[in-house]
């Protein structure tokens, strides 16, 4: 079964890849001429969406060369961002009810797929506090990169 699921997130992943759709979400949030926040805000809703249909690596391989002018012209840190980008894209694989993860957990756990999104709630809304926690205080995922270069 977890095979299927990830047979199917592939093809699904190389169709939206030939359509262009995730690269044409991308730059028509570099359109909307948002702050920096506002931006944040704007890409991590994008990111939930497209992790609700294709894995990780996917939406940054898909996004990526869209999203990084973008973010730098906004003056956003690219080590910053790349921690961001991890954290909002684990928190969208697990969005309650049509992560991609949660599938792969309703497969191996044999439990209905509404059961998987409340037991799995919780750590989407730690993941959320954990991506308010990165826009407040970028601080946070930068002071080891900060450390190690002084």
Do not use: H, Y
């Not at 944040?40 to 990780?56: E, K, M, R, V």
């Amino acid at each position: 079964m977890v095979s299927f699921i990830l047979a199917g997130a592939a093809f699904l992943s190389t169709a939206m890849g030939f359509t262009g759709i995730p690269r044409e979400l991308a730059a028509w949030v570099g359109t909307l001429g948002l702050d920096k926040f506002e931006l944040l805000l704007a890409l991590t809703l994008l990111f939930i969406i497209l992790g609700c249909f294709l894995d990780g690596i996917s939406i940054v391989v898909l996004t990526a060369a869209v999203i990084m002018p973008i973010t730098q012209q906004a003056g956003i840190d690219p080590i910053w961002f790349g921690i961001f980008i991890v954290v909002v894209i684990e928190m969208s694989q697990i969005t309650p009810p049509v992560g991609i993860n949660l599938f792969i957990l309703q497969s191996m756990t044999g439990r209905n797929i509404w059961q998987v999104a409340v037991a799995a709630f919780p750590f989407f809304l730690l993941l959320v506090v954990a991506t308010i926690l990165l826009i407040l205080f970028p601080e946070i995922a930068t002071w080891l990169p900060d450390t190690i270069r002084q």
